[in-house]
T-cell receptor, first 111, second 113 residues
Framework: GIQVEQSPPDLILQEGANSTLRCNFS?????LQWFHQNPWGQLINLFY???GTKQNGRLSATTVATERYSLLYISSSQTTDSGVYFC?????????????FGKGTKLSVKP | NAGVTQTPKFQVLKTGQSMTLQCAQD?????MYWYRQDPGMGLRLIYY???????DKGEVPNGYNVSRLNKREFSLRLESAAPSQTSVYFC????????????FGQGTRLTVV
């Protein structure tokens, strides 16, 4: 089945710094989502981005489907950005909308 | 518009006990899913229901059963809980056609002792 790899696994930032999180996937996809899991365990939808670029405030994401990767950019990070960021995909021809998750990037933003 | 609602939020079971996790969505989605999340890992699919009246196994179905009660509700049952089922359980829903963005409930933290 499709493999989803996220990097880096851990990231520590000083408040105000910028960062880029990467998601590589091993096969073509027809859905890609980025989620933020906050310290309380909630999964928050950040982007639905099977291709192209989107921006939402300090966050933006780019998916290059032909090269099988997606990037999540966080600018001017804040302590509330801390948590785990997950990339999840549905493979083309994938089973009934099943999202396959990467293992996540754990982000800690220090004040 | 509550989105996806799971109950309960927390549960402690003794080994061998049974329980049902409830999930309801109000977005008129046709597909619903149960995932589990173990420490340091992403989510893994337990069961899913592509549409009302259908259910199928996911990656880790052993020890679980599901019921798609109607279009809104999808329940997950543990018939005889085991410590290996200690996990955080998430329900999700999506449309299957067109925009397949998935939305998740707030999770159920289950501990089996």
């Amino acid at each position: 089945g499709i493999q989803v790899e996220q990097s880096p696994p851990d990231l520590i930032l000083q408040e105000g710094a910028n960062s880029t999180l990467r998601c590589n996937f091993s096969d073509s996809v027809n859905n890609l989502q980025w989620f933020h899991q906050n310290p309380w365990g909630q999964l928050i939808n950040l982007f639905y981005i099977p291709s192209g670029t989107k921006q939402n405030g300090r966050l933006s994401a780019t998916t290059v489907a032909t090269e099988r990767y997606s990037l999540l950019y966080i600018s001017s990070s804040q302590t509330t950005d801390s948590g785990v960021y997950f990339c999840a995909v549905i493979a083309n021809g994938g089973s009934q909308g099943n999202l396959i998750f990467g293992k996540g990037t754990k982000l800690s933003v220090k004040p | 518009n509550a989105g996806v609602t799971q109950t309960p939020k927390f549960q402690v079971l003794k080994t061998g006990q049974s329980m049902t996790l409830q999930c309801a969505q109000d977005m008129n989605h046709n597909s619903m899913y149960w995932y589990r999340q173990d420490p340091g890992m992403g989510l893994r699919l337990i069961y899913y229901s592509a549409s009302e009246g259908t259910t199928d196994k996911g990656e880790v179905p052993n020890g679980y059963n599901v019921s798609r009660l109607n279009k809104r509700e999808f329940s997950l049952r543990l018939e005889s809980a085991a410590p290996s089922q200690t996990s955080v359980y998430f329900c999700a829903s999506t449309f299957l056609d067109g925009n397949t963005e998935a939305f998740f409930g707030q999770g159920t933290r289950l501990t089996v002792v």
